[in-house]
């Protein structure tokens, strides 16, 4: 019956081989994506410069980045308000990138209107939101999220992990439990790649016979996956503090 099933699974390893290839696609396209969308501090004057050329397809004030997005595979800090608009001012160009400004730090503007300047937090918010009004971009207000499209990838890409994971053939490699925490854990969906290469899910429907060794343990992927995130950050942020925003987007 073992022998059946291996012939099996190697008639349709084609098929098998072209999805793992289709998921590592996917991923690739949602990094991508993370990467082009990720919010880029600017200064004051590259705000307003994109204001009065009416660069700005969409914008948002706030007064400070909340990182609960950043628990997702490429989420983003999202920018919150909790009073005036300001000063925190993020904008998207109309080729889908996101910028960002502190309007504390602005060179030299002028505020006509007292009132107006009683709405905003601080005389930058409040002299880029009459550029935004002499602009006519008034009413170009959005939030700055994640596109949808990565979203999207990052659920199929899950439903599948654990589709396969708890319905499939048992892992060769490690134990359910070592691929759930990994995966979990690792940041940037990394721990989906690792799983692909390292076990090659459903390339055979049973575990590699001969190989004098017990799969890896729940607790060692939990560890494994632990690890993986705290040096891959350590990695990111000297990668950030070499390269700039520009090529490595910081987490706000």
């Known amino acids: ?27 690739l396209v949602a990094a991508a994506t993370a990467w082009w969308t990720a919010p880029r501090q600017q200064s004051y004057a590259d705000a307003r410069a994109d204001v009065d050329a009416r660069q700005i397809a969409a914008y948002q004030w706030g007064d400070h980045w909340d990182g609960n997005n950043t628990r997702r595979w490429f989420g983003a800090a999202s920018l919150q308000s909790s009073g005036k608009p300001g000063p925190l001012f993020a904008w998207r160009t109309p080729g889908g990138r996101w910028h960002w400004a502190d309007t504390t730090e602005f060179g030299e503007v002028t505020v006509t209107d007292a009132e107006d300047a009683k709405n905003y937090d601080g005389p930058g918010a409040a002299a880029l939101a009459k550029d935004l009004r002499d602009a006519g971009l008034e009413n170009e207000l959005g939030d700055v999220a994640p596109p949808q499209l990565v979203a999207g990838i990052e659920i199929v890409l899950g439903v599948l992990f654990l589709g396969v994971l708890v319905f499939g053939p048992a892992p060769r490699r490690g134990t359910r439990w070592y ?74």
């Open 179 to 252: 691929w759930f925490w990994l995966v979990s854990f690792a940041p940037y969906g990394l721990g989906m790649l690792f799983w692909m290469f390292r076990d090659h899910p459903w390339s055979q429907s049973v575990a590699v016979p001969g190989e004098g060794r017990q799969r890896d343990s729940g607790f060692r992927g939990l560890l494994v996956g632990i690890v993986a995130a705290f040096v891959i950050g350590l990695v990111v942020l000297a990668l950030q503090s070499v390269l700039g925003d520009r090529w490595v987007p910081r987490v706000n």
């Open 1 to 27: 019956m073992s022998e059946l099933v291996m012939a099996l699974a190697r008639r349709t390893w084609p098929w098998w081989a072209m999805l793992r290839a289709v998921v590592v696609a996917l991923w």
